[in-house]
């Protein structure tokens, strides 16, 4: 008997993957609605089972494994261009897959959050670094980014500027709403009950999701412009 073989195509995946993050958006929202306007914010344990801004629940568990998820099509990708003969791109891909699973595991057990009273602690930072672990993880960030630039020059431009803007869309959220929530964390004994702080913060998980989507499509493609398949059923072949 044949086996069926689904070929998985960057933009059903994408798709799917959005249809995701919009469920997952919505289900935070109206548990939040729930609390701020009624104060319901348990609802048979469903509010914090979709909370965005919690740990060990169907959100985290789903950022953790998009991005396991891409560092596997990174680890494919290197894979391929090893194929080709171009060990300078196996190397960058490579890294750039050991990157993405210390990003899944830090998604799924906070190993940021660790860092903050420490950081905070020894640096005295406040305000927009009240959440200090920004300074270590931005510094890398930025020494990241330079090191990417010149790879990303040689990529082709319809792959290089939608990873750019994945990274710029991730980063608005993991950095940048992290420290407007961050100063307003600060000011407040209860930030989960004040809504400008219920929006930086979701905002924040959703850019961070909403990036990673893009990434994701936009491996698919270039793994399709290397003849590569991602087959369901038949894993992986190649022209």
């Not at 431009?157 to 869309?169: D, E, F, H």
Request: hydrophobic share 55%.
């Amino acid at each position: 008997m044949t086996p069926v073989c689904i070929e998985i195509s960057p933009t059903h995946a994408a798709k799917l993957l959005a249809a995701i993050v919009c469920f997952l958006g919505l289900m935070h929202i109206a548990g939040k609605i729930s609390a701020l306007a009624f104060g319901h914010s348990y609802w048979h344990g469903l509010i914090p089972l979709f909370d965005l801004d919690e740990e060990f629940n169907v959100p985290s568990v789903y950022s953790g494994l998009a991005l396991a998820l891409s560092a596997g099509l990174l680890a494919i990708t290197a894979f391929a261009e090893a194929k080709l003969g171009r060990i300078g791109h196996l190397a960058f891909w490579a890294f750039l897959a050991l990157v993405f699973l210390f990003l899944a595991t830090d998604e799924l057990f906070e190993l940021h959050e660790r860092l903050a009273k420490p950081v905070r602690s020894a640096l005295n930072t406040t305000g927009a670094f009240y959440y200090a672990w920004i300074i270590p993880y931005g510094t890398v960030v930025l020494l990241f980014g330079i090191f990417c630039l010149r790879f990303l020059a040689r990529l082709p431009r319809n792959i290089s500027v939608p990873m750019v803007l994945a990274g710029t869309v991730y980063l608005s959220g993991a950095i940048g709403m992290e420290m407007i929530g961050g100063a307003l964390a600060e000011e407040l004994e209860r930030p989960e009950q004040n809504p400008g702080y219920v929006i930086a913060s979701t905002l924040e998980e959703l850019l961070e999701m909403a990036g990673v989507v893009i990434f994701i499509h936009t491996l698919l493609r270039y793994l399709a412009l290397l003849g590569v398949r991602i087959e369901f059923g038949s894993g992986v072949t190649a022209d």
